[in-house]
């Protein structure tokens, strides 16, 4: 809980903003809040982080050098992070020594599985139906329970779809329990929900409570990678005020200061269930940057510093395509000839994060696709060979 002067604390451009990890998403904040007048520093393991290129200092060392994140919390007025995975120690020891004004609480909430769908439960939001699992036994008595398939998940470290085991047989659970078993963390076996679609709402909120959402966008996954955000989701009106009523509602429940990613799954029957929460800017809001009113980093820096925050209105559909490894130079190549041919249905926004190896499956950039409406974006994305399996 934030305490009562906290509230009111707002920090204003000229301060200092500290960020944990030097990634993406840390750059993308930096780039918007120092034109918001707002001074970076970083701290990421990896000289010449994608953070630190336009950060005014970065500081290289790992996330739980103590010493580090103490040289961190003295260079910056406020301290936020681009990962999740904070140690605890060091959110404890930066929570003492500067000011986080996202507190230790939600980044507790969110890297477990478990303690992350109580919280969503705990303000009135669905989840998969789910159970912890502590044994091989258990695990086959829930399966049969659940029925096939049902998911079994790791509560700490998975991403991407890392982490997790779809159980298509009773005859697999020994192994899939043996296998992820091995993470040493809990484990949780959830329903399988055959979702229609996938999509995700990012909400903001301020130290004084204040709370917006961003218009929830449609996500499409290749390789358990976002590849596509779609924006407007092309799914009824009243499920998307809905998606974004859940994730204001989650915000509020959950207390949060800063961004919210709200992660869900859509079914064909129009109900909602929540999968994840990611307390930070999220890949699926990258969309906001040229599409919105206000972009999420942006927001985030306005949330933080307990700023007004800034409208969140689509200005244009859009549709975000990541860009990978092995997607970058054909796409530079594919967008330098398609500028050769008049398209003014199309205006391609192209962002790339710095990062020097171009390895298959890592995320060098995006693009985000302004265009009439979503159909020509994605047929511009779909008339190249380049994003085909
Ligand atoms: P996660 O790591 O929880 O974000 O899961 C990665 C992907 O796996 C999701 O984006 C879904 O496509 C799929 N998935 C995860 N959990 C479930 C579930 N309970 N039912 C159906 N698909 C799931």
Known sequence: MLSEANVNKT????????????????????QAGSCMGYRFVTLDPTPDAPCGQVAAKQIVAAYHDADAARELANLADVITYEFENVDAGVAEMLMKESYVPQGSQLLYTTQHRLREK????????????????????????????????????????????????????????????????????????EQFIHFDKEISVIAARSPKGEVKAFPAAENVHVNNILHLSIVPARVPADVLAKAEQLAVQIAE??????????EMFLTKEGELFVNELAPRPHNSGHYTMEACQTSQFEQHVRAICNLPLGPTALMTPVVMVNLLGEHVDPAVQYIAQEQQKDHPDVTVKLHLYGKQEAKKGRKMGHLNLLAGNVEKALAWVEQSDIWKQ
């Not at 890392?162 to 159980?167: P, R």
């Open 11 to 30: 920090i204003l451009p000229g301060a200092t903003i500290g960020v944990l990890g030097g990634g993406q998403l840390g750059r993308m904040l930096a």
């Open 118 to 189: 109580r919280a969503i439960e705990a303000a009135g939001v669905r989840v998969a139906p789910y159970e912890q699992i502590e044994s091989a036994g258990q695990l086959r008595a829930a399966v049969e329970r659940f029925g096939t398939p049902c998911v079994l998940k790791t509560a700490t470290g998975g991403y991407d779809g890392k982490g997790q085991w779809v159980i298509r047989s009773i005859e697999e659970t020994d192994e899939a329990f043996a296998t992820l078993s091995q993470a040493k963390t809990e484990l949780v076996l």
């Open 253 to 262: 429940g959950l207390g949060v200061v800063g961004l919210i990613a709200v």
